[in-house]
T-cell receptor, first 115, second 114 residues
């Protein structure tokens, strides 16, 4: 079956540091890949997506590139802010004929940014 | 455009009772999915509805059920509640079959079973 693996953390960084959160996946087909962010007490917000190999998703200074050869979708940001503190989830969706597939999520990475 | 809304936001129930949670998708979205989030198991897919039909189901017991109405609103029901059902239940909607199945989540319903 499908699976997503990501570092769980917590990951603690200082403001303006460079961020990388690793994500690797296992899928039988050719999935779409997503990063979601969850702030305390809230639901998940879609951060970015990529649907084919070498696609780069980007939003709010975050980027991730779909690497089919390494089955990875690492999240990066050049300069983090305190407001980026949250839990980040990597996820995949693999289409099937039956209906919209449920997303398969990683365990989530708790990111803490210190001023 | 309004986001996904879920009611109620918080719920406390006793073991053995049943509960119904409600979800209204983003206008124009016809696919609605439900997820359970717990500290131990993380985010797990429950089921997905499209055009009032359950299209996909995760690995949960039959006590978990759902339905979708003609206006795309959805409800999920859990019968004979167990302590382990305490979780955040998230509803998500998408434009599937259009797009890449990017799903937009509501704020969730926090269920506590005592």
């Amino acid at each position: 079956g499908n699976s997503v693996t990501q570092m769980e953390g917590p990951v603690t960084l200082s403001e303006e540091a460079f961020l990388t959160i690793n994500c690797t996946y296992t899928a039988t087909g050719y999935p779409s890949l997503f990063w979601y962010v969850q702030y305390p007490g809230e639901g998940l917000q879609l951060l970015l997506k990529a649907t084919k190999a070498d696609d780069k998703g980007s939003n709010k200074g975050f980027e991730a590139t779909y690497r089919k050869e390494t089955t990875s979708f690492h999240l990066e940001k050049g300069s983090v802010q305190v407001s980026d503190s949250a839990v980040y989830f990597c996820a995949l969706s693999e289409g099937s004929g039956g209906g919209a597939d449920g997303l398969t999520f990683g365990k989530g990475t708790h990111l803490i940014i210190q001023p | 455009k309004a986001g996904v809304t879920q009611t109620p936001r918080y719920l406390i129930k006793t073991r053995g009772q049943q509960v119904t949670l409600s979800c209204s998708p983003i206008s124009g979205h016809r696919s609605v999915s439900w997820y359970q989030q717990t500290p131990g198991q993380g985010l797990q897919f429950l089921f997905e509805y499209f055009s009032e039909t359950q299209r996909n189901k995760g690995n949960f017991p039959g006590r978990f059920s759902g339905r979708q109405f003609s206006n795309s609103r959805s409800e999920m029901n859990v019968s004979t509640l167990e302590l382990g059902d305490s979780a955040l239940y998230l509803c998500a909607s998408s434009l599937w079959p259009q797009g890449a199945n990017e799903q937009y989540f509501g704020p969730g319903t926090r269920l506590t079973v005592t």
